[in-house]
C-alpha cells in the first residue's frame, strides 16, 4: 500500500535555530515528491518539488533532499521565524497517470520567541 | 491574484439537510479537486476533474457529487449531510495534472454537521 509518514508529528523550537523534519514513503512507482507548508487556517502551498534525479534543492532557507534509495526525504529549515510556525506536508506522487497523490499526516512546527 | 477562491469559509448543517460548496479558478487550470482535511489524516481526494464537462471519483466520493459546467468553476454538492462529513473541505486546480503539477489551494471551507 502507498503511504508517505512524516516525523516528528509537532515540533517546538526557538527562533533562530535549525530544525529537520522527515518524510519516508513507499509509493511506487516514484514520480516526484513535494513539500507543502499550511499555515493556520490557510490552504497548502507548495515549497519545493524534488524528482528522482534530484539530491537536494533549496528554496531560500528552506532546503530539501531525497534519498530515493532508501525512499527519504527531509526539509531543512535554517535560522527559523516566527513565521515558520505551520504544518509541513510531505506527498509524493507515483507514476501512473491519475493516482491519487499520497499525502503524509504533517508536521506541526511551532517556533516560539 | 484571487487565484482559488471557496465559497463559504464556514457552514453548520443538520443532518440531512443539502448544501453546495463552490470552488471558482482564475488561473484557467484544467484540472480541479476537492480534498477533505481531518484530524490526523492526511489530505484524502473526494472527486476531481480533467476539464469542462468532466468528473471522477477519488478516494472517498461516497456522500458528494461534483460538477464541472464552467472550466472555472468546480461545485462540490452534499445531497444528504452526517456528521462524518464534518471536516474541511479544500478545492485545488493544477495547470498539468496532480502527478506532475504543483496543487494551488483554496483557503478551505470548514463544515459541521450536527
Known amino acids: 500500500k502507498n503511504q508517505v509518514e512524516q516525523s516528528p508529528q509537532s515540533l517546538i523550537i526557538l527562533e533562530g535555530k535549525n530544525c529537520t523534519l522527515q518524510?519516508?514513503?513507499?509509493?511506487?512507482?516514484?514520480?516526484?515528491l513535494r513539500w507543502y507548508k499550511q499555515d493556520t487556517g490557510r490552504g497548502p502551498v507548495s515549497l519545493t518539488i524534488?524528482?528522482?534525479?534530484?539530491n537536494t534543492k533549496s528554496n531560500g532557507r528552506y532546503t530539501a533532499t531525497l534519498d530515493a534509495d532508501t525512499k527519504q526525504s527531509s526539509l531543512h529549515i535554517t535560522a527559523s521565524q516566527l513565521s515558520d510556525s505551520a504544518s509541513y506536508i510531505c506527498?509524493?506522487?507515483?507514476?501512473?497517470?491519475?493516482?491519487?497523490?499520497?499525502f503524509g499526516k504533517g508536521t506541526r512546527l511551532s517556533v516560539i520567541a | 491574484n484571487a487565484g482559488v477562491t471557496q465559497t463559504p469559509k464556514f457552514r453548520v448543517l443538520k443532518t440531512g439537510q443539502s448544501m453546495t460548496l463552490l470552488c471558482a479558478q482564475d488561473?484557467?487550470?484544467?484540472?480541479m479537486y476537492w480534498y477533505r482535511q481531518d484530524p490526523g489524516m492526511g489530505l484524502r481526494l473526494i472527486h476531481y476533474?480533467?476539464?469542462?464537462?468532466?468528473?471522477a471519483k477519488g478516494e472517498v466520493p461516497d456522500g458528494y457529487n461534483v460538477s464541472r459546467l464552467k472550466k472555472q468553476n468546480f461545485l462540490l454538492g452534499l445531497e444528504s449531510a452526517a456528521p462524518s462529513q464534518t471536516s474541511v473541505y479544500f478545492c485545488?486546480?493544477?495547470?498539468?495534472?496532480?502527478?506532475?503539477?504543483?496543487?494551488?489551494f483554496g483557503e478551505g471551507s470548514r463544515l459541521t454537521v450536527l
Open positions: 524534488m524528482t528522482f534525479s534530484e
Open positions: 506527498v509524493v506522487s507515483a507514476e501512473k497517470g491519475n493516482t491519487p497523490l499520497v
Open positions: 476533474s480533467v476539464g469542462e464537462g468532466t468528473t
Open positions: 488561473m484557467n487550470h484544467e484540472y
Open positions: 485545488a486546480s493544477s495547470p498539468t495534472g496532480q502527478n506532475t503539477g504543483e496543487l494551488f
Open positions: 518524510c519516508n514513503y513507499t509509493v511506487s512507482p516514484f514520480s516526484n
